[in-house]
């Protein structure tokens, strides 16, 4: 059973940083692209990175570029979201996802697994 958990959310001020993590178990976790999205309130879920299988390839949309670092580490199962100079639409619940696609992952559909989501909160 395809496993991904979650830790690392919590508060956080605009201009903070927080570093989100996902452990994957169940799966051949190098031969599986990795994501993140985030759904904030009455919003859809948004892509905010990935890294391909071997970690050599990163994507970002504009919205967050130059300010979210996605790394994996494929002996640990990994996968980590580095949010720096967090701005307020960063209030919501971030989700890792695993995709077994090398390439065009940006989208929800491109992923077959997810975690349980974890929520990030601008309490100001």
């Known amino acids: 059973q395809v496993q991904l958990v979650q830790s690392g959310g919590g508060l956080v001020e605009t201009g903070g940083s927080l570093r989100l993590s996902c452990e994957a178990s169940?799966?051949?976790?190098?031969?599986?692209?990795m994501g993140w999205f985030r759904q904030g309130p009455r919003k859809e879920r948004e892509f905010v990175g990935a890294?391909?299988?071997?970690?050599?390839?990163?994507y970002y949309p504009d919205s967050v570029k130059d300010r979210f670092t996605v790394s994996r580490d494929n002996v640990k199962k990994m996968v980590y979201l580095q949010m720096n100079s967090l701005k307020p639409e960063a209030t919501a619940v971030y989700y890792c996802?695993?995709?077994?696609?090398?390439?065009?992952?940006?989208?929800?559909?491109?992923?077959?697994?997810w975690g349980q989501g974890t929520q990030v909160t601008d309490p100001s």
């Open positions: 996802a695993a995709s077994k696609k090398y390439e065009q992952i940006r989208a929800v559909g491109d992923y077959t697994h």
């Open positions: 169940g799966l051949t976790f190098s031969m599986y692209s």
């Open positions: 890294i391909s299988w071997d970690g050599g390839t990163t």
